[in-house]
């Protein structure tokens, strides 16, 4: 793997990046709080297989990319980022995989630039629309999201989850993320401004507009130990595809699903690119 400063009009992302430079082009989007690093292991099988992949730090996480009012983490600057990261690289076309906050950013691309998106990989996050739905109509899902809440109002939550050699944010991890992983996560989050910026995701503004059903080829992966997004969620989403769809689910797997079990994401991911689109 190689390391990449990819300049756009927002700023200077670093990225993580393998694989042949003419491979066909994968997006990796990470979530919160982690880094490209979240995709190490996705990026070695993707790139062992002929594919140009790379894992950018998101807006907040690139210190290069780092605005620090939460208006500037809306969704449709985040969507800007992708396009100009790609645009970037000279990728026309991808195939693009998000987890957490960055599956977010990935169904909003699909569905303001499906001209440009191959192929879309969600893992763990529902679609926007069907997490909507069930946070009016599902309590199990409300009271999953309720942190949310907290963590937009609290103006103390950095320094509750910095406290202490950053306990708060170990126990995210929940001994699911290898600790050399966890330990850079907790470094690069303690840089000043860094752990403000990732929770901006969080505080910016609600969309400017209503996102739609989505036409590209979709994998969606969750799994049952998933602590932040339930069944009701998971389930409605395939309502919130009209293209080719195919949902997995990964029993007494938690959130952090590319590091707890990437061979076995590894594996649906390839399956999933090599059935949509030439390689």
Not at 241 to 255: A, C, I, K, W
């Amino acid at each position: 793997m190689t390391h990449l400063s990819i300049t756009t009009g927002a700023g200077v992302f670093d990225a993580i990046a393998a694989g042949p430079p003419e491979g066909r082009p994968v997006l990796l989007l990470h979530g919160f709080p982690q880094t490209g690093l979240a995709w190490r292991r996705q990026i070695e099988a993707l790139a062992a297989d002929g594919y140009r992949v790379v894992a950018p730090d998101q807006r907040g996480y690139s210190p290069g990319a780092r605005p620090q009012q939460p208006e500037d983490y809306r969704i449709s600057l985040l969507v800007d980022d992708v396009v100009s990261i790609t645009e970037e690289l000279g990728w026309t076309t991808f195939d693009l995989v998000g987890h957490d906050w960055g599956g977010a950013a990935a169904w909003w691309t699909a569905d303001a630039h499906p001209g440009r998106v191959r192929t879309l990989t969600v893992v763990s996050t529902p679609h926007p629309g069907a997490l909507a739905t069930t946070l009016r109509t599902d309590q199990d899902q409300r009271r999953r999201s309720h942190y949310m809440i907290d963590w937009r109002k609290d103006p103390a939550t950095e320094e509750r989850m910095l406290a202490d050699d950053a306990r708060e944010l170990r126990d995210f991890y929940a001994g699911k993320v290898p600790r050399d992983s966890a330990d850079a996560y907790v470094r690069h989050l303690s840089q000043s401004g860094a752990l403000t910026a990732a929770l901006n995701w969080y505080r910016a503004d609600r969309p400017e507009r209503a996102i739609g059903v989505i036409g590209v080829p979709t994998l969606y992966v969750w799994s049952t130990d998933d602590s932040a997004f339930g069944p009701a969620a998971a389930q409605e989403t395939e309502r919130w595809v009209n293209g080719p769809y195919r949902f997995e689910t990964l029993q007494g797997v938690s959130h952090w699903i590319p590091e707890e079990a990437p061979e076995t994401l590894s594996h649906l991911l390839l399956d999933h690119l090599r059935a949509h689109g030439k390689h």
